[in-house]
């Protein structure tokens, strides 16, 4: 049973260039988090999704940042136009269901991250 | 608002000693859940341990057990035995009802040999 995969696990981009990560939930889990790790912080949260909808992206930079997670494939984090600042590393998540995520089985699972670089 | 806070950047003890990681938090909330995550260099997130605020009973995981003190909202690491594996970063994380993780800065340990 795999876990949460991300891919790219690395990803380096030139100012102004656009950047896409993707996430893979584990098998059986509908529910995705996006959190970002900026060098030396904590984990903060971007964006929660359910298959073809956002629940909650209280988390996300009003400009440039979108996220998805349709029917079918991945969900994918999409920046335009990339800054120095948006240098970090992109920790995807999912959980099996959105009632008490976090008793018994239903323990939210993260992938190993990936980092962007931005030149 | 919900905060977590770890007071302490950096620590450091030798292999085999016991060493305990502070964390407080603030909610409002009454039933909430308690996390320690742990990130090796290799930057994957790892639950180490939980607590459900409604249980007054320490959550225990082999060497690593908890203090949770609800009335103080503090929420403290123990690890017993440390071992050189366990050099990491680590993280307090507090979920309620919102569906979203708030973490702490994180708090980096060292087991010296």
């Known amino acids: 049973n795999a876990g949460v995969m991300q891919n790219p696990r690395h990803l380096v981009r030139r100012r102004g260039q656009e950047a896409r990560l993707r996430c893979s939930p584990m098998k059986g889990h509908s529910h995705v988090y996006w959190y970002r790790q900026l060098p030396e912080e904590g984990l903060k949260f971007m964006v929660y999704?359910?298959?073809?909808?956002?629940?909650?992206e209280s988390g996300m930079p009003k400009e440039r940042f979108s996220a998805e997670f349709p029917k079918e494939g991945p969900s994918i984090l999409r920046i335009q136009q990339v800054v120095r600042g948006d240098s970090a590393a992109y920790f995807c998540a999912s959980s099996s269901s959105q009632r008490k995520p976090h008793s018994g089985a239903n323990v939210l699972t993260f992938g190993a991250g990936s980092r962007l670089t931005v030149l | 608002a919900q905060t977590v806070t770890q007071s302490q950047p950096e620590m450091s003890v030798q292999e085999a000693e016991t060493v305990t990681l502070s964390c407080t938090y603030d909610t409002s909330e009454s039933n909430y859940y308690l996390f320690w995550y742990k990130q090796p260099p290799s930057r994957q997130m790892i639950l180490v341990i939980r607590?459900?605020?409604?249980?007054?009973q320490n959550a225990t995981e082999n060497r690593f057990s908890v203090n949770f003190q609800k009335a103080a909202k503090s929420f403290s690491l123990k690890i017993s035995d440390s071992q050189l594996g366990d050099t990491a970063m680590y993280f307090c994380a507090l979920f309620q009802g919102a569906q979203k993780l708030v973490f702490g800065q994180g708090t980096r340990l060292t087991i010296n040999p």
């Open positions: 999704l359910q298959k073809e909808n956002i629940i909650d």
């Open positions: 607590q459900e605020a409604y249980k007054q």
